[in-house]
């Protein structure tokens, strides 16, 4: 079975300072991985997938992820943190079954919080 | 464009009632999946419709039921509430076909406390 875990349930960071948001995955077969953020009270809005080719994804908001196999990592990345990217942050990978039905694992999430 | 759109945003239902959730999809989009994420979780996989049918189930209990419509809207049913029912139950869309890559795209959620 496909799993993400997020292994830190928060980070603080100061403004302008860069960030990272730490997911390790266990996949069989190639890894479909994504990022997804979360504001207070909304749904989760889509950031970044990567599903093949360069290990540096760019997504919205000037977020980034790199991919490294070797680590089974998909660290979430930014260099310089705003105080409106505070919001709760979740890793997800894809799970498949024979059928073709596809959907995400998520990742238990990590609070973001950005100090001014 | 209109996202994924779900109703209501919120409720509150009392132990042992019935709950109807609705969705409907992103345009274009043929896929249903329902999530539950209890406070301060991550979401967790229910089902998945497609063409009418439950195309995979997450370990939920036969009391969580859903329907998928010929105009790809669903439902999500739960009977026989319980106070562990409470959370956020969000619906996200997706295409079927060689060029779906996951991706889902999320509503805002309907917001379920059980008193």
């Known amino acids: ?116 | 464009d209109a996202g994924v759109t779900q109703s209501p945003t919120h409720l509150i239902k009392t132990r042992g009632q019935q709950v109807t959730l609705r969705c409907s999809p992103k345009s274009g989009h043929d896929t249903v999946s329902w999530y539950q994420q209890a406070l301060g979780q991550g979401p967790q996989f229910i089902f998945q419709y497609y063409e009418e049918e439950e195309r995979q189930r997450g370990n939920f209990p036969d009391r969580f039921s859903g329907h998928q419509f010929p105009n790809y809207s669903s439902e999500l049913n739960v009977n026989a509430l319980l106070l562990g029912d409470s959370a956020l139950y969000l619906c996200a869309s997706s295409r079927q076909g060689r060029r779906n890559t996951g991706e889902l795209f999320f509503g805002e959620g309907s917001r379920l406390t059980v008193l």
């Open chain 1, 1 to 116: 079975a496909q799993s993400v875990a997020q292994p830190e349930d928060q980070v603080n960071v100061a403004e302008g300072n860069p960030l990272t948001v730490k997911c390790t995955y266990s996949v069989s077969g190639n890894p479909y991985l994504f990022w997804y953020v979360q504001y207070p009270n909304r749904g989760l809005q889509f950031l970044l997938k990567y599903i093949t080719g360069d290990n540096l994804v760019k997504g919205s908001y000037g977020f980034e992820a790199e991919f490294n196999k070797s680590q089974t990592s998909f660290h979430l990345k930014k260099p310089s943190a705003l105080v409106s990217d505070s919001a709760l942050y979740f890793c997800a990978v894809r799970d498949y079954d024979q059928t073709g039905a596809n959907n995400l694992f998520f990742g238990t999430g990590t609070r973001l919080t950005v100090i001014p």
